[in-house]
Each structure stands twice: as structure tokens, then as C-alpha cells.
């Protein structure tokens, strides 16, 4: 009896310990762990993991070394940073309030814009340490990404594969070797730190004392700042419902809706951000190209496949993919397949293979907001876009081949074999890509090569080239023309470029272009008017000068431009008469002309001598007493009443509008102020000016 209830005893401890070890196999093979794999190897130790960590950073910075030889690029680098003075003047409570609230350039990044002033701060002009910065973070997102799939599946191996093939997959150049898509590897250095904090939030949410707050407290802030880096991570919330699902399985613990619910405060700082980016890049010009709803669509579509045909067939590489006229219907039909066949497949598969539904979505989700439904500046896809979303895709593919090699015969072997062939090659093309970044002629090159009718590559090229080579400049600014006759800065540039070689006719036909299509540009009223003085037509010039003064009031070139035109040629009649017509059709404007000048001690003259022009005139017509009291009342200002000559002006001015008290009393100054520097000659004058004010005339000039 002892013995038969010994066995009994033995049976049942031996099936409970069965049932157990295969649980833990089940539970085990859905977080991602093999289940033969012993759990306490060395590499799944603290220790082991922090060697691996430390491996794959220093790989991918190697492999992405290349980059600290190349240079700036003039495109995007040269006005956002170098010609930047918030940005290239380094850290400063001025600089961080105008990173805080700036939404120039399109776009609000606060923390992108820091990140650039830091490294001002500590490399000045040399790129090379600009773009180590992005290596570093790049490096620093391939291990995050490794820490954050290993964190929420327990798949070492697999997870490591994944973030190589994303760190190490040449897609990855554009975001790295352009200095100025540091937005890309900072956004996604939080977003990725808030993958990795969310994962420990689900863990901890099932954890007593597993301080879950904390967690989704670090989650939320590291999303906000990933949002103040690029608003790329809009869609991070639906994201973290995917990741739910899967690999996290929260689904099967609370209701979908309590999981929507806890995501809230994510939507909340998603809201007001996308509403202020869509302004900001409206506002900014980066809806350049306007297409009807429907070629929006095919564009989305293609640019699905077109990405994917990218992320296995890594050739061919542009830095600015063009829209064609039309997309093929055999290439739309296609694409359409292959993203409708794959959505069913992935929902079919949701319960056997959920990886398949989330890395889908993933990839799908986090393109949506540069997919081209709403059109973002000249490119029709650009490969800085894949940064998050080929994740998905890579997620997707290794948990596949996972799943289907499960019985090849020496499977360890052959899997590492193809995970290192696959990485060299990567790695090979990577290196190989970054060539092409040495440069910006090398660069804007290539893509000329590599793309038909592309007219923002030919404008890149053709600016890079004007300087040393004009006459190519001039056959690349010619080709951006004719692609796309509707871009401002091509036609500025081209009619600018035509006026230096004397093509003036041409020259002005190109930049009345300009000025149609972008009224807000200082630099082609600048530009006209310099041609149309070159002509000799003086009078047709001025308003330009006037007008790019009003529209950039802070620059001194063209306000000493202005005052040169204006009262070194002579003062000819049509002068005064278009400035006077400009100052009475355009009061707002004319009055951000004397604002632009106000505190410019190098432009008191040209104040003074409009102030003259407006009072002392022969011609009637083109007197004005109340402009003339306003600009000879600034000059004096500015001298505080002690020049003679301003005193005068303004004594004439007063005159001139009939204001005959203040102009006796003005006078009367003028004459003191002479008498005290000596000034005979001076002072007779005023002297005369003085009796002609007290019997209630002005003085006007005498007709030559």
C-alpha cells in the first residue's frame, strides 16, 4: 500500500513537472526565448548583454565613420545653420527662447535646433564633429532599439538581428551623413528610449512594487521629447496599441478600450503639435506641389512599394526622389496588390503569427505622415523617411524566418551564415553610400544622374556651381526652369545669374517671374532693381530698392544700396517721383522703411536727403511737407537736434507743410548751431530761410 502510494506520488510529481516545463516552453516561445536555450547563458546576463551593447555601438559607429570626412551640405545646412546667427552663435537664453518658440524653416523642433547650438558650442564650423554628433546618436539607436525588442519579446538573437539590419542597412545614410537631418536620429533616440521605458511599464504594471507610474511618467516625457526633435513620431500612440498586442500581449489582460484610454495623454501632445506643424509647413512653402486627391493616393500607394523595393534591393540611392507626370498603371496595379495581398495576409495570420499584423502596421502606421497624402516639399518619397518605419518591416521578417526554419537540419549555423553575409553587404554599401556625401557638387551630381526632370536637383547643382562655374550653373538653373517653371528661387536665380552676364532682358523676365510667384522675397526686388539700374533705368529701379528693404529691413547692403540710387544719381525727377508715389501707395510699407533705419547711424543722410527732396523740390508734384516732417524729424532725433544741416531740413520740412511756428524755431536753431561751429556760409543761409519762414513761405529749390 505505502509502496503503490509512493509510485502514485511519483506519477503526479512527474506530471506536474512536465506540465510545468512545457508551460514554460509555451510561455517562453510567445515572448520570444527559445525554450532550449538554457535562460542563464552568458550573453543573456547583465554582463553579456552590456558586451553586446557595446559591440554593435562600436560596429555601427565604424561602419558609419565615413561621414566625419565629408563636409556641409549647401542644401538645407547652409541657411538653417551656417547663415543661422540663433544657431551658429551656440547656447544663450536669446538663442533657446527663439529655439522655444520659433516656427521658422517649417517646422517646430526646439530640441533639434539645441542640439545644433551645442555642437556650435563645442566644434564651431568644422563639420566633422556636426556630424559625429549624428553617428553617436545613429549608434546609440541601433542598441536602444536592441534593448527595447529584447525587453519586451526575450528574444536576444532576434532582436540583436533586427537592430543590426536596421543601424547597419545604407536607407540609414541620408538621416546620418545630412547634418541637418540630425532630427531624424534625435527624434528617434527618444522615441526608441520611450519603446524601451514602455516595455519596462508593461512589466512593471503586472509587477507588485513595480512602480508602473514611473514608467509611463518616463514614456510620455521621452515622447514629448521626441516630438520637440521632429513631429515624425505623430502616430507613436496607435504604435504603442500595436505593441499591446504584440509582443506585450496586454490585450489579453484588459480591455482594448482601458488601453485607449491610457494612451490619452499621448494624444494629447499630439493634437496641438500636428495642427502647429501643418501651419508651420504651409506658412514655410513646403507645400510646394499641389496634386489632386487622387494622384495623392497613387502616390501613397507607389511610395509603399517603392520603399519596400528600397529596403531589398538597396541601389540606386536619391537624395530627392522627383513626382513624375503620371504613375505607370501596371506599377500602381501592382503596388496596390502587393499592399492589399499583404493587409489580408497579416489579419488572416493576426492569432498564428501576430508579428506579421504589428511589424505591418508598424511599417504602414509610422509612414503615414510623409506617404504623400499631403504633399511635403519637391520629392515624391525621400529614404531619411524609412528611419522608424522599416522597423516594422525588419520586426516582420526575422520573426518569419524564424518561424519557417524552425526544421532545417544545422539551423544555428546557417542563420548566422546569412545574418553575417547580409550584414557585410550592408555594411559594404553603406560605406559605399557615404561617398557620395563628400560633397555638395558630389552629391547634388549624383542625383542629377540618377533621376529624370528632377528640378530641385538641378537648382541644388546649379547654386553650388555658380561661383566657380557660371556658365554650367546657368544650362542647370535653365533645366529647373523647364522642368518646373513654378519655382520661385530657380527663376531668381537663373534671372540673377543671366544679369551678371549682361543678359538683362532676359534677366528681367525671369526675375518678374520670381516676384509673382514668391512676393516675399527681398532678395529678387533686390535683385531687379539692381538689372534695371544697370540699364539705366533709374527711376524703374527705385521701388525694388524700396520694396526689398521693406520686406528685410535688417539688412545693411540693401540700404545702402538704396541710399546710393537714391541721392548719388543726380536726384532726378523720376526718382523722387516713384519714391514719393511708393511712400504715398504704400504708407504701412514706406513706414517700415523709416523703422528699418531709425536707429542706423550709417543711413542718417539718406534720411535727410529724402526729408529735402520731399520739401524743398521745384516740382509740386513731387513735394510732400508731412513725409518731409516725419524723415527730417527722425534724422534730427537720431542727432539729437545738434547737426545743422538735419535742423535745416527739418525747419524746411515744417515750411513745407505749412507748420511756419516750428519752422521759424527750427531755423532759429540752424542759425545757432552754425554760428557755434563757424560756419559762415551756413549761417547766412539760415539766416535767410529764417526771414523767408516768418513771412509764411517755404523755400523750394530753384528749377535747373
Known amino acids: 500500500m505505502f509502496a503503490h502510494g509512493g509510485k502514485n506520488f511519483r506519477r503526479n510529481w512527474m506530471k506536474e513537472k512536465s506540465s510545468k516545463i512545457i508551460s514554460a516552453g509555451r510561455t517562453a516561445g510567445k515572448a520570444g526565448r527559445h525554450p532550449n536555450k538554457p535562460a542563464d547563458s552568458f550573453f543573456h546576463q547583465p554582463a553579456g548583454v552590456c558586451l553586446i551593447c557595446l559591440l554593435f555601438f562600436g560596429v555601427t559607429a565604424w561602419a558609419f565613420a565615413p561621414a566625419l570626412k565629408t563636409s556641409f551640405q549647401l ?102 551623413a545630412w547634418i541637418s537631418e540630425r532630427k531624424d536620429v534625435l527624434s528617434a533616440f527618444f522615441g526608441l528610449l520611450a519603446l524601451w521605458t514602455y516595455a519596462h511599464f508593461a512589466e512593471a504594471s503586472k509587477t507588485p512594487g513595480g512602480r508602473p507610474k514611473l514608467f509611463f511618467g518616463l514614456t510620455l516625457l521621452f515622447f514629448g521629447f521626441g516630438l520637440m526633435s521632429k513631429s515624425m513620431l505623430v502616430t507613436f500612440p496607435f504604435l504603442l496599441l500595436l505593441l499591446d498586442f504584440w509582443p506585450l500581449e496586454r490585450w489579453r489582460q484588459k480591455s482594448q478600450w482601458r488601453l485607449v484610454i491610457e ?104 509612414l503615414v505622415p510623409v506617404i504623400g497624402l499631403i504633399p511635403l516639399g519637391a520629392q515624391s518619397m525621400s529614404n531619411r523617411y524609412t528611419y522608424m518605419p522599416m522597423i516594422g518591416i525588419l520586426l516582420l521578417l526575422v520573426w518569419m524566418v524564424d518561424d519557417l526554419s524552425k526544421q532545417w537540419r544545422r539551423r544555428a549555423i546557417l542563420m548566422a551564415a546569412i545574418v553575417v553575409v547580409i ?19 558630389t552629391l547634388w551630381s549624383r542625383t ?27 544650362a542647370e538653373y535653365q533645366k529647373s526652369v523647364d522642368a518646373y517653371p513654378d519655382y520661385a528661387d530657380a527663376q531668381r536665380e537663373l534671372g540673377l545669374l543671366l544679369s551678371n552676364g549682361r543678359h538683362y532682358s532676359n534677366a528681367i523676365i525671369h526675375l518678374e517671374k520670381a516676384i509673382q510667384l514668391d512676393p516675399q522675397n527681398s532678395w529678387t526686388y533686390h535683385g531687379l532693381g539692381a538689372t534695371l539700374s544697370k540699364m539705366g533705368r533709374i527711376g524703374d529701379a527705385v521701388p525694388f530698392f524700396l520694396k526689398a528693404v521693406e520686406v528685410d529691413p535688417q539688412n545693411a547692403p540693401y540700404k545702402d544700396d538704396l ?131 516768418r513771412s509764411h513761405q517755404p523755400y523750394h529749390e530753384a528749377i535747373n
Open 263 to 366: 494612451k490619452i495623454p499621448f494624444f494629447l501632445l499630439v493634437v496641438p503639435l500636428s495642427v502647429a506643424t501643418y501651419y508651420a509647413q504651409k506658412n514655410g512653402g513646403q507645400f510646394l506641389l499641389r496634386f489632386p486627391p487622387g494622384f495623392r493616393l497613387e502616390t501613397a500607394l507607389m511610395g509603399y512599394a517603392r520603399y519596400l523595393g528600397k529596403m531589398f534591393w538597396p541601389a540606386n540611392f536619391s537624395v530627392l526622389y522627383p513626382y513624375p507626370d503620371f504613375w505607370p498603371i501596371s506599377e500602381l496595379l501592382f503596388a496596390a496588390v502587393l499592399i492589399l495581398g499583404m493587409s489580408v495576409a497579416a489579419f488572416i495570420l493576426r492569432r498564428q503569427r501576430p508579428y506579421l499584423l504589428v511589424g505591418w502596421l508598424w511599417y504602414l502606421g509610422t
Open 448 to 474: 542629377v544622374s540618377m533621376t529624370k526632370n528632377n528640378f530641385m536637383a538641378h537648382y541644388c547643382l546649379g547654386l553650388v556651381l555658380s561661383h566657380t562655374f557660371p556658365d554650367e550653373a546657368l
Open 75 to 176: 542644401f538645407d545646412e547652409s541657411g538653417e545653420l551656417f547663415l543661422n546667427t540663433h544657431v551658429n552663435s551656440g547656447l544663450g537664453w536669446h538663442n533657446l527662447r527663439w529655439a522655444l518658440f520659433s516656427l521658422e524653416y517649417s517646422n517646430w523642433y526646439p530640441l533639434t535646433w539645441i542640439s545644433h547650438m551645442l555642437d556650435f558650442k563645442m566644434f564651431g564650423i568644422h563639420a566633422w564633429g556636426h556630424h559625429l554628433t549624428n553617428v553617436l546618436l545613429h549608434a546609440a539607436n541601433g542598441v536602444l532599439l536592441f534593448l527595447a525588442l529584447k525587453k519586451m519579446t526575450g528574444a536576444l538573437w532576434r532582436s540583436l538581428i533586427v537592430a543590426g539590419l536596421f543601424a547597419l542597412h545604407p536607407l540609414r545614410v541620408e538621416s546620418v
Open 423 to 441: 550584414l557585410g553587404v550592408c555594411v559594404a554599401r553603406t560605406r559605399g553610400e557615404i561617398v557620395y556625401w563628400k560633397n555638395s557638387e
Open 563 to 693: 541710399a546710393q540710387i537714391l541721392f548719388f544719381s543726380g536726384h532726378q525727377a523720376d526718382t523722387v517721383s516713384n519714391c514719393l508715389a511708393t511712400a504715398r501707395s504704400d504708407p504701412a510699407g514706406f513706414a517700415r522703411l523709416l523703422d528699418a533705419v531709425q536707429f542706423d547711424t550709417n543711413h542718417i543722410d539718406l534720411i535727410n536727403n529724402l526729408a529735402l527732396c520731399f520739401a524743398t523740390n521745384p516740382d509740386p508734384k513731387l513735394r510732400d511737407g508731412k513725409y518731409a516732417v516725419r524723415l527730417a524729424t527722425r534724422s534730427c532725433e537720431m542727432t539729437g537736434f545738434r547737426t545743422n544741416y538735419f535742423v535745416g531740413t527739418l525747419a524746411a520740412a515744417y515750411a513745407e507743410d505749412s507748420r511756419f511756428d516750428e519752422a521759424v524755431s527750427n531755423a532759429q536753431l540752424a542759425c545757432s548751431l552754425a554760428s557755434a561751429a563757424g560756419q559762415q556760409e551756413l549761417l547766412k543761409k539760415y539766416q535767410a530761410l529764417l526771414e523767408l519762414f
